[in-house]
């Protein structure tokens, strides 16, 4: 078998890794765009291939699935296809075009009679991420996808390092957290207090700026507001992702619940005109709210991923609003500018906002890499999805891992 790593040796984001077995059949695991514009070059993207598998549905792991063509089988989990789906409805976009095949944790598979994979299911800030097992001529991959053991599924961390596939001749592991800490919120659980001893005494309204498909935060926030009896307001987007992730977990807090509320902007609300959504504008309509925030703002707080404007400079005139960022601080920078950075930081020196920003990251800090993979106990050990490789290696080193290879991007290594 040979591998190739198109891109993610030297970076975060735009992962793609290319298996070549003994027969010429090509996987490729993962197809992201690049977070930054530093190397912009995706013509990879356009290469032949038989297979792609797709880990979990971030932009920096699946934003070029497109390229590849309708002819080429996608495997992917049905929530993640569903997220994708959700977000190009909401922007106008049709949804994706292709052959798609749905995957389970834990359900082994086979792609062009070649390779035996099996998916398991991982801690991350989505509600479906997998790391996969890929056997083909022999060998043993293990590719980590992004992970973490901090968030509100650390069990299935626990239980991959407690009973640890064998044998495994190369271990492709994230390495995100390089240089990078989790500062004063290494856990949800932490992240969850720090909100309610805000929240508890709000005289005003709170924004909590995330991603809508962060539901580990989301139930952070939740739990945060159950408890210091607020109720949770979202937007129309954001209930239709609780709609599909409670498909697959019952558990997940619902728009029917009386503690969250949605603001039905009318935007929105536009997205959703189709029948198929019948059921689910009725629910919005019992469950909205409007102008009520504007008798009692300090009963609420809401979930968001930019504050609207005009609704900030209407609450202005209760007191001090709260604006809590819950997200990497790396998108209030020009680097990896987003639509929201440049009001965001507006706010963040507004003297009519208080802004904090509680936050723990969806990736493994080093500790947790290092427990890993002496778990795994691999033949042979490559960092990906890092900016900081030959950091990696010395870290790895440091604990007694003396098989780390740092590759290239663009270079095919016999296994």
Same mark, same amino acid.
């Given at each position: 078998?040979?591998?190739? %790593? ?10 793609? %890794? ?92 086979? %792609? ?14 989505t509600p479906e991420a997998f790391a996969f097992l890929i ?25 991959? %390092? ?159 609003i709260n604006i809590i960022y819950s997200q990497w601080d ?86």
């Open positions: 078998m040979k591998i190739k %790593i198109y891109r993610g040796t030297k970076e975060i984001g735009g992962t793609c %890794i290319e298996l070549t077995a003994d027969n010429g059949k090509i996987l490729w695991i993962d197809l992201g765009s690049p977070l930054d514009n530093k190397n912009p070059n995706i013509d990879y993207a356009k290469n032949k291939v038989d297979a792609l598998l797709i880990s979990y549905p971030h932009q920096d792991h699946f934003g070029l699935i497109e390229e590849i063509g309708t002819g080429v089988p996608v495997y992917i989990g049905q929530l993640s296809l569903d997220l994708i789906n959700a977000t190009k409805i909401f922007r106008n976009l049709p949804p994706l075009n292709g052959n798609y095949i749905t995957i389970k944790p834990w359900v082994d598979f086979t %792609i062009s009679d070649t390779f035996n994979i099996k998916p398991f299911l991982t801690d991350h800030s056997e083909a001529d022999g060998k043993r991959v293990f590719y980590s996808g992004d992970f973490r053991a901090s968030g509100r599924k650390g069990k299935v961390y626990t239980h991959l %390092i407690d009973n640890p596939p064998k044998n495994i001749d190369l271990l492709l592991i994230e390495g995100t957290m390089v240089e990078r800490t989790n500062h004063l919120y290494s856990t949800e659980v932490g992240v969850e207090q720090a909100m309610f001893n805000i929240i508890k005494d709000q005289k005003n309204l709170s924004f909590i700026i995330s991603s809508a498909q962060n539901i580990d935060r989301f139930v952070s926030v939740f739990k945060a507001c159950r408890k210091a009896q607020k109720y949770l307001v979202i937007d129309v987007y954001s209930a239709w992702i609780l709609e599909l992730v409670r498909k697959q977990s019952k558990n997940i807090p619902s728009i029917e619940w009386k503690e969250i509320k949605v603001f039905d902007h009318p935007g929105q609300l536009e997205k959703i005109k189709d029948e198929v959504f019948d059921e689910f504008r009725t629910t919005i309509n019992q469950q909205r709210v409007a102008n009520s925030v504007f008798t009692n703002p300090s009963d609420y707080v809401y979930f968001v991923r930019c504050p609207n404007e005009k609704l900030v400079n209407k609450l202005g005139n209760f007191g001090k790396g998108y209030l920078t020009e680097e990896h500018k987003n639509y929201c950075t440049d009001y965001i930081n507006t706010l963040k020196m507004d003297r009519g906002c208080s802004f904090q920003s509680i936050h723990t990251s969806g990736h493994a800090t080093v500790f947790d890499l290092i427990k890993f993979a002496k778990a795994l106990n691999p033949g042979n050990i490559v960092p990906i999805h890092t900016a900081f490789p030959e950091k990696f290696r010395l870290e790895f080193q440091h604990k007694g891992l003396l098989n780390i290879n740092l590759w290239d991007d663009g270079k095919s290594y016999q296994l």
